[in-house]
């Protein structure tokens, strides 16, 4: 579901589209590979979470054995078109009005049921739309029923139009409370062994941020020069499987603590696992070599080889700077603007300011005099229908389309090279 924003009737904010709670819960679970959500709600919530979800983290074609044999054959979504409308993900129960009056749970348990015997799955999940959560229908009893052997949960979206990294936190909390007790019932943490290198989780990243893999694997990078190995991502990629492996870690990791800290402390409080929360992300030179020195700190670790490559990126970043600023002054001074989730526009905020000596502007982004502006596409277009002046810099989806071949981040040491390279070009590409 899309929200179109208006906070006043003056025309002075900008009215944006941009996803709420609800997408932050689907997109959440769609991370998690062989999970299925049904989405208990209109039709007209589920085609944006469908086509993003498989646009964002593809699934390949669904194979089901055919009846005379166990010879597989691809099942073509369009024959799925009661449920999934001829798409491959979110399948929904388009309530109607009769729905909102009698209930939902008859549909729920048909499209639960049809879900059993059509596509294999390794969570099930099902979220009640606004209206259905108002009605009050809980369908956690017959999501149990019918799939007594996977974990099964029910998320709830009573609140119109709230964050969309508050779906996110939301998620993956109830994905713990509801289904933790079936995911580690056996678990059973090892003593440690000092031969074998320590191991993290990953919070707090969603496939809905732009350049999810690149950071993914930027994060791997940073760690494994600090001798740590990551054992789980979670809802960005990862399989029920590796969420079983949780407990095996030595240490959770909140990357934004908008999207997963609820999690954390859950996992604190109910497995005894102990969490790091990064303060400031890592975003630039300055954070990327505070998030290593703390987690090695807590690990035991050495992070003189991540503080070696930064020196050494800092090098490389200053060459550029310096052509730079010899032709025009610049970035020093220059006036920028970041809007995205708190936590990311307080690492990018950080990192320009203090590294590139650029001023962040702070007042309402629709009354933005920045430069240049950090944002989503749907943020910069209409500064740029407002006849202002800036450069716009893309760090979140939805985005104009440009299609990225190569692999990037705004994390870590790469990510900082990245930042500083597209502003260094927006001042190639008009005078500022």
Same mark, same amino acid.
């Given at each position: 579901m899309t929200e179109f924003c208006s906070k006043n009737t003056s025309g002075n904010e900008l009215r944006s589209i941009a996803p709420d709670g609800i997408s932050g819960m689907i997109f959440t679970m769609e991370g998690i590979r062989n999970s299925v959500i049904l989405l208990n709600g209109p039709m007209g919530c589920k085609f944006y979470h469908s086509t993003t979800s498989q646009f964002l983290m593809p699934r390949p074609a669904l194979y089901l054995p055919v009846k005379e044999g166990d010879e597989a054959v691809e099942v073509r979504f369009d024959f799925l078109n009661e449920w999934f409308f001829r798409q491959p993900r979110v399948p929904c129960t388009w309530l109607d009005g009769h729905d909102y009056v009698y209930g939902t749970l008859e549909k729920v348990t048909d499209g639960l049921r049809y879900i059993k015997e059509h596509v294999p799955c390794d969570l099930i999940t099902v979220v009640n739309a606004p209206g259905a959560s108002l009605i009050g229908d809980d369908p956690r009893e017959i999501c149990r029923e019918i799939f007594p052997d996977?974990? &099964?949960? $029910? #998320?709830?979206?009573? /609140?119109?139009?709230?964050?969309?990294?508050?779906?996110?936190?939301?998620?993956? #909390?109830?994905?713990?409370?509801?289904?933790?007790?079936? #995911?580690?019932?056996?678990? $059973?943490?090892?003593?440690?062994?000092? +031969?074998?290198?320590?191991?993290?989780?990953? #919070? /707090?990243?969603?496939?809905?941020?732009?350049? &999810?893999?690149g950071d993914m694997n930027e994060i791997r990078r940073i760690l494994s020069l600090c001798g740590i190995d990551v054992n789980t991502i979670l809802c960005a990629g990862c399989t029920v499987d590796e969420i079983r492996k949780i407990p095996e870690a030595d240490l959770n990791i909140v990357l934004y603590p908008e999207m997963g800290l609820s999690g954390a402390k859950w996992l604190q409080q109910n497995l005894g696992m102990p969490y790091y929360v990064c303060e400031v992300p890592p975003i630039g030179f300055d954070a990327t070599a505070v998030f290593a020195e703390e987690i090695s700190q807590l690990l035991k670790t050495d992070c003189s080889k991540v503080k070696e490559e930064i020196e050494i990126a800092r090098a490389k970043a200053w060459y550029s700077? +310096?052509?730079?600023?010899?032709?025009?002054?610049?970035?020093?001074?220059?006036?920028? &603007? $970041?809007? +995205?989730?708190?936590?990311?526009?307080?690492?990018?905020?950080?990192?320009?300011?203090?590294?590139? /000596?650029?001023? &962040?502007?702070?007042?309402?982004?629709?009354?933005?005099?920045?430069?240049? $502006?950090?944002?989503?596409?749907?943020?910069?277009?209409? !500064?740029? !229908?407002?006849?202002?002046?800036?450069?716009?810099?893309?760090?979140a989806n939805p985005t104009m389309g440009y299609v990225d071949v190569i692999e990037k981040t705004l994390l870590g040491i790469n990510g900082a090279l990245f930042l500083t390279e597209q502003v260094l070009n927006s001042f190639m590409t008009r005078i500022i």
């Open positions: 996977i974990p &099964a949960i $029910v #998320l709830e979206s009573p /609140g119109f139009s709230t964050e969309y990294y508050d779906g996110c936190d939301t998620a993956i #909390l109830e994905l713990f409370r509801q289904a933790g007790d079936r #995911l580690w019932k056996d678990a $059973v943490k090892e003593d440690a062994d000092s +031969s074998r290198k320590p191991t993290v989780n990953i #919070l /707090g990243i969603s496939i809905w941020q732009k350049y &999810a893999l700077i +310096s052509g730079i600023y010899n032709a025009c002054g610049k970035p020093d001074g220059t006036i920028f &603007a $970041v809007k +995205s989730f708190p936590s990311q526009e307080k690492g990018i905020t950080q990192f320009l300011s203090d590294y590139l /000596g650029m001023i &962040a502007d702070t007042s309402d982004i629709s009354h933005t005099k920045a430069e240049v $502006v950090f944002s989503d596409a749907n943020i910069i277009s209409e !500064l740029m !229908l407002r006849d202002k002046e800036f450069c716009g810099i893309e760090i």
